[in-house]
C-alpha cells in the first residue's frame, strides 16, 4: 500500500473560510494538507490511484517432477506459493488494479492489443507471456514488467468532508471556535510560524469528534485498521 497520498484528493471549496492575509493562507494550506492526511489515515490508507511496477512470473506450460509428501508428483514450471490466476497466457497483478499504463518485454514497449485486463488479471492475445529472469535488470534480455495504476479511488463525496475538516483545524490553529478538542502546537510552514492542531489524540481513537466524518469513517475502517491486510 502507499505510504502517502499519491492522487489529487477533492477538497470542497464551499466549506473552507475565506482568508486575506498571506498569514490566513499559510494556516489555510496547513489546515488542508493535515485534513487529507488524517482523512487517508483514518480511512485505513486504502483510497488513492497510485502508479506500480511489477514484474510477473508466469506459469509455463512446462511440466517437471518434485518430491512432495514422500513421493513424486508433476507440476507446471513458475513461481509457486502464490494463491493467484496464472498460467502461460494469464498473470495476477496486486490489484485492485484500474488500468494498465504500459508493459515492457526486454526493453520494448508492447502494443495495447496484445493484452486485455479482466479484473487483476491480465491475459496476453495469442501467445504465452515470456519467462521472467528476475536474476537480470529490469530491460535486459528475459526480463519484462507491468506499469498500472492501483488503488481505490477516493469516493465521491468525500471532498466534502475534508473541506469540513480543513475549517475545523483552521478554525483551531486560528483561535476560532470548532469542534476538535483543543489541543494545538506551534508549526512553521513557508517561514510562518502559527498554530496548529496536534493530531495524536485523533490518531489515537480513530474518530475526528465531528460526526459527519466519524460516521463516514466507521462505515469504511470500523475496525479502526492502520492499512487495508495484504496477502503474501
Same mark, same amino acid.
Given at each position: 500500500?502507499?505510504a !502517502?497520498?499519491?492522487?489529487?484528493?477533492?477538497i470542497?471549496?464551499?466549506?473552507?473560510?475565506e +482568508?486575506?492575509?498571506?498569514? &490566513?493562507? !499559510? !494556516?489555510?494550506?496547513?489546515?488542508?494538507?493535515? =485534513?487529507?492526511?488524517?482523512?487517508?489515515?483514518?480511512?485505513?490508507?486504502? @483510497?488513492?490511484?497510485?502508479? =506500480?511496477?511489477?514484474?510477473?512470473?508466469?506459469?509455463?506450460?512446462?511440466? +517437471?517432477?518434485?518430491?512432495?509428501?514422500g513421493?513424486?508428483?508433476?507440476?507446471?514450471?513458475?513461481? =509457486?506459493?502464490?494463491?493467484v490466476?496464472?498460467?502461460?497466457r494469464?498473470?495476477?497483478?496486486?490489484?485492485?488494479?484500474q488500468?494498465i499504463?504500459?508493459?515492457?518485454?526486454?526493453?520494448?514497449?508492447?502494443?495495447?492489443?496484445?493484452?486485455?485486463? &479482466?479484473?487483476d488479471?491480465? @491475459?496476453?492475445?495469442?501467445?504465452?507471456?515470456?519467462?521472467?529472469?528476475?536474476?537480470?535488470?529490469?530491460g535486459?534480455?528475459?526480463?519484462?514488467?507491468?506499469?498500472?495504476?492501483?488503488?481505490?479511488? +477516493?469516493?465521491?463525496?468525500?471532498?466534502?468532508?475534508?473541506?469540513?475538516l480543513?475549517n475545523?483545524?483552521?478554525?483551531?490553529?486560528?483561535?476560532?471556535?470548532?469542534?476538535?478538542?483543543?489541543?494545538?502546537? &506551534?508549526?512553521?510552514?513557508?517561514?510562518?510560524?502559527?498554530?496548529?492542531?496536534?493530531?495524536?489524540q485523533?490518531?489515537a481513537?480513530?474518530?475526528?469528534?465531528?460526526?459527519?466524518i466519524?460516521?463516514?469513517?466507521?462505515a469504511?475502517?470500523?475496525?479502526?485498521?492502520?492499512? !487495508?491486510?495484504?496477502v503474501?
Open positions: 500500500m502507499p !502517502a497520498v499519491c492522487e489529487e484528493w477533492p470542497d471549496g464551499g466549506c473552507l473560510p +482568508v486575506s492575509t498571506p498569514e &490566513e493562507q !499559510a !494556516a489555510l494550506d496547513a489546515a488542508k494538507d493535515l =485534513a487529507v492526511d488524517v482523512l487517508w489515515a483514518l480511512s485505513g490508507r486504502q @483510497y488513492g490511484v497510485c502508479p =506500480a511496477v511489477v514484474r510477473p512470473c508466469p506459469m509455463s506450460g512446462d511440466r +517437471v517432477s518434485l518430491w512432495s509428501a513421493g513424486w508428483r508433476d507440476t507446471s514450471c513458475g513461481c =509457486a506459493g502464490r494463491c490466476s496464472s498460467g502461460p494469464m498473470v495476477h497483478l496486486p490489484g485492485p488494479v488500468s499504463v504500459e508493459v515492457t518485454v526486454e526493453g520494448v514497449i508492447q502494443d495495447p492489443s496484445e493484452y486485455v485486463l &479482466e479484473g488479471t491480465l @491475459y496476453r492475445n495469442g501467445e504465452s507471456w515470456p519467462c521472467q529472469d528476475l536474476s537480470r535488470p529490469l535486459e534480455d528475459g526480463t519484462w514488467s507491468v506499469t498500472y495504476m492501483r488503488g481505490l479511488p +477516493v469516493p465521491k463525496g468525500l471532498g466534502r468532508l475534508t473541506g469540513l480543513v475545523e483545524f483552521y478554525l483551531a490553529c486560528t483561535g476560532g471556535k470548532c469542534r476538535l478538542p483543543r489541543t494545538v502546537t &506551534e508549526v512553521s510552514r513557508q517561514g510562518v510560524t502559527h498554530r496548529m492542531f496536534d493530531t495524536n485523533i490518531y481513537s480513530g474518530k475526528t469528534g465531528i460526526p459527519e466519524d460516521l463516514f469513517l466507521s469504511v475502517n470500523p475496525n479502526h485498521l492502520m492499512q !487495508a491486510p495484504t503474501v
